[in-house]
Every structure is written in structure tokens, then in C-alpha cells.
């Protein structure tokens, strides 16, 4: 299984941009990388997939080297809202999704 | 879409009680998987299904942990003999299983209290 390791947490202010690294040093061949966000309370909710280079949606961008070691979700602009926990998956051997302990950004006025 | 419902959402109890969650996933999709989540970690796979079948099951917690998914739809979660470790927040997701990987959809989980 892809074991991925991230930062236990990051302060920011709003207005700025965010970027979080995950390393994912035996990523397998035929694995995305999926990044999830968690408020307090509530089930993580999806936000971004690639496979390799870059990948960008309405909320967030993923840059994903060509070695594809480590991924960077980066949160354009963050506010109060985006203060969370942010999960890199790459895990997909055998469908057993696992999350690690993902990193709590808080961001800050 | 109405999204993944889960039931109860709380559920306080005594140890050694019986407890059963439910977990009714997005209509069309085809996989069903159960997470535990303890305060500060991250979700802990413990079971999932394709279909009607349970694929995998060799991370349930205990032989008190059982799940089922009858007819492939709505899936049961029943812990026996409850323990105070089994306090944890319990999730449920869903996802369509196709070519490319798999995006899950979480309910809101079922937040469990043994006292």
C-alpha cells in the first residue's frame, strides 16, 4: 500500500495561496492521487484527482511531478471556510482506500 | 443526487449493549465502504462492498464488527458487545467503481458514544 506523509498543519491568512505537499514514494503505476477536505463533524468531501502534471478545478489545483513522488494541492486565495483537514489518498491496492493523518490548515484574519 | 445518508447521526449507549448503524449510499453507485474515525485522526478503512458483496473485511475492528449490504443498496454496520474504545465518529461512503480511480462520497457519519 502507498503509504503518503503530510505536514500535521499550516497556519495561513486569508487572501493568501496555500500549498500543501504530500509525498508518495511507491506510488503505483496505475494509482491517482485524490486529495479530500474535512470539517469538524462532517465525512470528507472530494476535491481534486490527477494522475501526473497538473490538474485544476473551480476550487483548487493539483501539480503532480513526473516522477510522481509527491503531489502539491494549491488553494488559491484561502478564507476563513477553507480552515480544515486537507487528506492526500493514493492508496487503491485492493480498494482499501486509506487516509493518513492529513494536515489541519488553519487560516487565520 | 441526494447524497450518502447515514443513520443515526448520534448514538449514545451502554457497554456491552448492541448497536446498529445504517448507511443508504448515492442510487447508482455501486461500492459501499465503512470508515472509523477517532478525534484528530484521519478516517480508518474497515470494510467495503461491491454490490451485495463484501470484498473485503479483514480490517474489521474485532469479530463484534459485522457489516451487510442486502440487495446491494442500503448497508447495516452492527457492533456487539459494545466497548468504551468504540467511542468514534463511524462514516460510511460511496463511489461508482469505473476506469479511472475512484472519488468517494461520505455521509456524516455516525457519531457513537459508548458509556
Known amino acids: 500500500l502507498a503509504k503518503t506523509t503530510q505536514p500535521i498543519s499550516m497556519d495561513s491568512y486569508e487572501g493568501q495561496e496555500v500549498n500543501i505537499t504530500c509525498s508518495h514514494n511507491n506510488i503505483a503505476t496505475n494509482d491517482y492521487i485524490t486529495w479530500y477536505q474535512q470539517f469538524p463533524s462532517q465525512g470528507p468531501r472530494f476535491i481534486i484527482q490527477?494522475?501526473?502534471t497538473k490538474v485544476t478545478n473551480e476550487v483548487a489545483s493539483l501539480f503532480i511531478p513526473a516522477d510522481r513522488k509527491s503531489s502539491t494541492l494549491s488553494l488559491p486565495r484561502v478564507s476563513l471556510s477553507d480552515t480544515a483537514v486537507y487528506y492526500c489518498l493514493v492508496d487503491n491496492a485492493g480498494n482499501m482506500l486509506t487516509f493518513g493523518g492529513g494536515t489541519r490548515l488553519m487560516v487565520k484574519p | 443526487d441526494t447524497g450518502v445518508s447515514q443513520d443515526p447521526r448520534h448514538k449514545i449507549t451502554k457497554r456491552g449493549q448492541n448497536v446498529t448503524f445504517r448507511c443508504d449510499p448515492i442510487?447508482?453507485?455501486?461500492?459501499l465502504y465503512w470508515y472509523r474515525q477517532t478525534l484528530g485522526q484521519g478516517p480508518e478503512f474497515l470494510t467495503y462492498f461491491q454490490n451485495e458483496a463484501q470484498l473485503e473485511k479483514s480490517r474489521l475492528l474485532s469479530d463484534r464488527f459485522s457489516a451487510e449490504r442486502p440487495k446491494g443498496s442500503f448497508s447495516t454496520l452492527e457492533i456487539q458487545r459494545t466497548e468504551q474504545g468504540d467511542s468514534a465518529m463511524y462514516l460510511c461512503?460511496?463511489?461508482?467503481?469505473?476506469?479511472?480511480?475512484?472519488?468517494?462520497?461520505f455521509g456524516s457519519g455516525t457519531q457513537l458514544s459508548v458509556l
Open positions: 461512503a460511496s463511489s461508482l467503481a469505473g476506469p479511472v480511480n475512484e472519488k468517494l462520497f
Open positions: 442510487s447508482e453507485h455501486n461500492r
Open positions: 490527477g494522475y501526473k
